[in-house]
């Protein structure tokens, strides 16, 4: 167990060391943990959630997809020739970067919006530094939103046997019938107060913006399979009622289908997106599972519990509150994918021993997990991109300067959510 414990925290000390290269050190952990008979060859492929990988891979390609039909940057340019001033301008293209994240990876999300707003402020004269954190912070705000907007989404889906539509409307597992809001909603609540703090960096940006020309779409199809995608998603528990493999096969038969398009459309084509998929984020992902599955088969996720059941007695939401801001602060500074992988069995087996509804505390862990990527430029892939963004076009941030956005916007964000959960949920 000691070993297996010693592992893991090297693996996440190297992803806070090593940034470029996530799949590397995760699977260098598990051959120091084959190595020190802390995990065995047989154990690797079983711990690995496919059904998850299935989603994350064939969305991506999908997503890659939508993004080459030149969908997404028309809906901009369209929302910016529509705006009455450049205020507005810049809030409806960070509307619709959020509205993006849903369905779409957050890097490249804020990578298809971000080059318009850069051509937005240069003819403005103004600097671009605002709109583009606020691209960034608010792409992995809504990222949560959806069980296919971000990896710890869909982690979480596979834990709780969540489909699609659970996200939005969630049915409780306690026999009653009761069905809640869902996740989708507590996230627009903390996208509407944040809106206020994006206010203060907009509010006097009056002109008017000059109009650009509106980008040619070049298909429909990977928006209609995208649509197709998330209607079959919607009711996948009625097919696979254990989360085990209808999603995963499902999306990859999007990505591959879609695929099979591109190439027939465009000749020679698809080959591009394959040699441009995330697969250092994929293998990052399995890796991770392969990790935490050996932290639960050596009896470490039974020890974390049975430490933390000394908390019974605790208040509720005194235990709601530490999960909750304690997965802001990690986030802030550390990958939220292998924590929010870890903790999840954590809280879930927890829960029942404290006396709290398992949702309140797996719900609070996504979002402040997930929300609090955005205390730091580091905290999350998008801003590590939006500053690289601002760099490259002359307007370098430092640390503190992401801050003064990210921090309110965070808190904003994150404690609206926090506080209607609990009522919501308690």
Known sequence: MTRAVIIFLAV?????????RRSIVAWGGIAAALVAGSLRFGE???SVNWNVLGIFAGTLIVAELFIISRVPEAIADTLINRSPNLGVAFFSIIAFTSVLSMFVENVAATLIVAPVALQLARKAGISPVPVIIGLAISSNLQGTATLIGDPPSMILAAS????????IFYPMR?????VKPGIFWFVQLGAVVSLVVLHFFF????????????TRVASLVPSMLLVLLILLLSVASFVDPGFVWFGGAV???GGIGGLAWYGASERGRAGRVLRGFDWDTAAFLAGVFVLVGMLESRGVIDAVVEKLAGLRGTAPFAVYSIVVWASVLFSGFIDNVPYVTAMLPVVIRLAPQLGISVEILVFGLLIGSCLGG???PIGASANIVAMGLLKRDGNPVTFVQFMKMGV???IAATGVSYVVLWFVYR
């Open 12 to 20: 996440y000390a190297g992803l806070v060391i090593v940034r470029g």
């Open 44 to 46: 690797i492929v079983p």
């Open 160 to 167: 709780m046997k969540m489909n699609f539509m659970e996200f």
């Open 174 to 178: 306690d026999g009653t019938g009761t």
């Open 203 to 214: 509010r006097n940006m009056k002109n008017k913006p000059d109009r650009i020309p509106v």
């Open 251 to 253: 999306c990859m038969a």
């Open 374 to 376: 955005n205390v730091t």
């Open 408 to 410: 309110p916007f965070t």
